[in-house]
């Protein structure tokens, strides 16, 4: 009695912790810092950016029928700063800098003014406009409640509910994945959590177990995603998918500690034998606490590889990942085996036959005929799929996050249709200030720089503080300049105030925005390349060509994701490297243990050698599924090859030692692997096309590796390199001892 108000108090204190922490879950994937390396030029440029002008980017709003004259555009720019304080700085539209363009002194025509903002705030037609809502740091910060907030202006003061408003710029991107990643939490983790239950009932054929599994799963990934929470840190995109791969994990090691559990009914059945409760599960544990430890320790080094990554959301994940493998192991270990025995009866009639047993009998009999021929295949395939590899590059930019018919991309092609291009690329150029002669030459020559950049192909428009400035004369006569030196002064302070001009330590830092499309324009890369290479062209003439530099949310992504190539290669190899050693200290030897080794790593130069031949980029989530299915690869191998050498301390013969090996384990690999792998499939339908491609690679990494689990392994024990698995024999005594200690132990291949 005592035990269960134990067991009752634990499940609340449990139930209390995952309540408290998962009513405490945010998301951070609006935070562009968790997808950057550290300690780059490009990431110390745009922090110095950020400090300089505050945000990267402004929010673009608009709708159908926002044209000039609209009232609801002015009354909506008046209401943003009032209603949305904590996150608005300020909001600019074509009607202000109409107002401002064509008064004293500067008197431009309407059409020259309506001209200088085309594709920025007017578009082709000349009459659909949008605001340019300029974000606080605060607002940058936390861009989906800064969006929120705003939608919400949007419906109070001029009733626009958020379905009419067309929005684009790098806050909404923000705002929509955060979006979409909360959705990921529940629209996909429940279809993983139903697939991997029904997956492991129809294996187990049992509601108790299938009940079991989804019990023992289901804590332990809702456990992974309170932790988060718990520790401080805020959920990124990749960490949407941790609970659906720790349910995957632990639904994995269910099967095979259930496959031991089931394992020992049949022997006491053979052998005429009745264990207690206790007695069963101390012999569960016995049998599977070898295997189960390798096998977490291998999963737990491929997350473990992610945390010396230069990103901080990979890091991120492979803390916290090795964090809900670990618990894994303790499910495993700790609470399976009571509750199996004490939901699993003795009785023989509650034994499950194993409706596997005759298919994996003939097809080890075929691969034992064709060992040669499948190592040898094998070591062909691996050696066709090296080139490939190095084809692979990094590809990690905003138009590759979301799938084309979403309402994101919807957004944007209508905006760059109806208004202009929306991708920003930020030029800055760094004078010392040293006088308002200085400041009149300084914006000349930006206008000059404007002018040349805005004829550049896949360049829509520019935009700076000399946008908002009058146009000068060619040549200024003194009296020119006398009479637009007050003038001057007075803009010049005013533009300080602003998000294009900046001050500090004696540097004026002028900034130059580039319009470009973000779909259908010129690859960035050569499109950065004409900029750079006219900027450089144009300032080469100055007498004192200021610093120049490139920055802005697409350029550092741009910037940044060839590391993502590095950083993926560095992990697979480190995580490869723990592994081995792991393995290799597991069957104290290490030619063993680089065997191994060879068949969990051939679906990763497999898989990725294919991807090399058909698409060649690389993106975090491919990164962190090969570090990850690496892991699982090795659970199978783990309890394929702790099975195997303690059947052979008891079997002189290596082939039959072999033979019961993988009748016992055949099934349970199949399973685990098919489990696996089609529970991730739900991620191919995900938005965030990252965690589309990290279901869909996942997946395909499993089923490579279950073949290789169950072809390729065996064949390399059943060769001559399989006498380097083979443990030290106990002495037999002579008088039976050994014999008997082997009928207690040895697995006998179900037959139904």
């Avoid at 279809?191 to 799963?217: D, E, H, I, N």
């Avoid at 394992?263 to 009745?274: E, F, N, Q, V, Y």
């Avoid at 059943?718 to 008997?740: I, K, N, T, V």
Wanted: glycine residues 8%; hydrophobic residues 45%; aromatic residues 8%.
């Amino acid at each position: 009695m005592r035990g269960v108000w134990l067991a009752g108090a634990a499940v609340l204190l449990w139930g209390a912790f995952v309540a408290i922490g998962l009513s405490r879950a945010e998301t951070n994937i609006e935070d562009f810092f968790p997808w950057l390396p550290d300690d780059t030029p490009a990431r110390r440029h745009y922090i110095d950016f950020l400090e300089q002008f505050g945000a990267d980017d402004v929010l673009i709003v608009s709708w159908d029928g926002c044209v000039l004259g609209d009232p609801r555009i002015t009354r909506l720019a008046e209401d943003l700063p009032q209603h949305a304080l904590e996150w608005v700085q300020d909001v600019t539209t074509a009607e202000q800098i109409l107002a401002q363009l064509t008064a004293p002194p500067g008197r431009m025509t309407r059409a020259e003014v309506l001209d200088r903002i085309k594709n920025i705030l007017i578009g082709p037609d000349g009459r659909t406009t949008c605001l340019l809502v300029h974000l606080t740091s605060a607002g940058m910060r936390d861009r989906r409640g800064a969006v929120e907030r705003i939608m919400d202006v949007a419906e109070r003061t001029v009733h626009l509910p958020a379905k009419q408003l067309r929005l684009g710029g790098h806050p909404y991107v923000g705002y929509y994945s955060a979006q979409q990643t909360r959705d990921s939490l529940a629209g996909l983790s429940i279809p993983v959590a139903l697939s991997s239950t029904l997956l492991a009932w129809l294996c187990l054929r049992k509601r108790r177990l299938m009940f079991l599994t989804l019990g023992c799963s289901g804590a332990a990934a809702l456990t992974s995603l309170a932790i988060i929470p718990w520790a401080g840190y805020r959920i990124n995109g990749l960490l949407s998918a941790l609970p659906s791969l720790v349910y995957v994990i632990t639904t994995s090691g269910v099967i095979h500690v259930v496959n031991y559990s089931l394992t020992l009914r049949r022997l006491d059945r053979a052998h005429g034998r009745t264990s207690t409760p206790q007695e069963h599960a101390a012999l569960v544990r016995g049998r599977a606490w070898r295997a189960c430890l390798l096998s977490s320790l291998s999963t737990c080094l491929g997350t473990l590889s992610l945390v010396w990554s230069d990103f901080p959301a990979i890091r991120e994940f492979g803390v916290f990942g090795t964090v809900g493998v670990g618990l894994t192991f303790f499910v495993h270990l700790g609470l399976l085996p009571v509750v199996l025995a004490r939901v699993f009866p003795e009785d023989a009639s509650t034994v499950v036959p194993n409706p596997f047993a005759r298919p994996f009998e003939q097809l080890f009999e075929w691969l034992l005929r064709h060992r040669r021929r499948i190592v040898l295949f094998a070591a062909g395939l691996a050696a066709l799929m090296v080139w490939p590899l190095f084809r692979l590059e990094g590809r990690f930019t905003i138009d590759r996050m979301f799938r084309p018919g979403s309402e994101f991309v919807a957004n944007i092609r209508w905006l760059e249709e109806h208004v202009g291009p929306i991708d920003a690329t930020e030029v800055l150029l760094k004078f010392p200030a040293d006088s308002e002669r200085g400041f009149f030459q300084r914006m000349r020559r930006v206008q000059v720089l404007e002018q040349s950049l805005a004829d550049l192909p896949g360049v829509a428009s520019t935009f700076s503080a000399a946008t908002l400035l009058p146009p000068l004369p060619e040549s200024p006569t003194i009296v020119d300049l006398l009479l637009m030196r007050q003038s001057l002064e007075r803009q010049r302070s005013r533009l300080l105030g602003g998000s294009h001009l900046a001050a500090r330590d004696g540097v004026e830092t002028w900034r130059v925005t580039l319009r470009s499309r973000l779909f259908d324009g010129p690859p960035r890369e050569e499109l950065m390349r004409h900029i750079q290479a006219r900027t450089e062209e144009v300032v080469a003439a100055w007498d004192r060509p200021p610093e120049v530099i490139y920055t802005g949310g697409s350029e550092i992504f741009y910037e940044t994701q060839h590391a993502v190539l590095i950083d993926f290669a560095e992990s697979l190899l480190l995580a490869f490297g723990l592994i081995s050693l792991m393995m290799s200290l597991a069957l104290r030897d290490v030619r063993a243990g680089l065997v191994a080794m060879f068949p969990n790593l051939l679906p990763c130069i497999t898989v990725f050698g294919l991807l090399g031949w058909i698409d060649r980029g690389i993106d975090i989530g491919m990164t962190v599924a090969g570090c990850i299915a690496l892991g699982i690869a090795v659970d199978n191998t783990s309890h394929l090859l702790m099975l195997y050498r303690q059947t052979l301390r008891w079997t002189p013969d290596r082939e039959a030692a072999l033979r019961e090996t993988y009748g016992e384990s055949a099934t349970a690999v199949f399973q685990t692997s098919l489990i696996c792998g089609v529970s991730m499939l739900p991620y191919v339908f995900a938005a965030l096309l990252y965690l589309s491609r990290f279901g869909l690679l996942m997946s395909a990494l499993m089923a490579t590796a279950m073949l290789c689990d169950l072809l390729l392994t065996p064949s390399l024990i059943a060769g001559r390199m399989g006498r380097w698995f083979d443990p030290p024999r106990p002495p037999d005594d002579g008088d039976g001892q050994a014999r008997e200690e082997r009928d207690a132990v040895q697995p006998t291949l179900a037959k139904g």
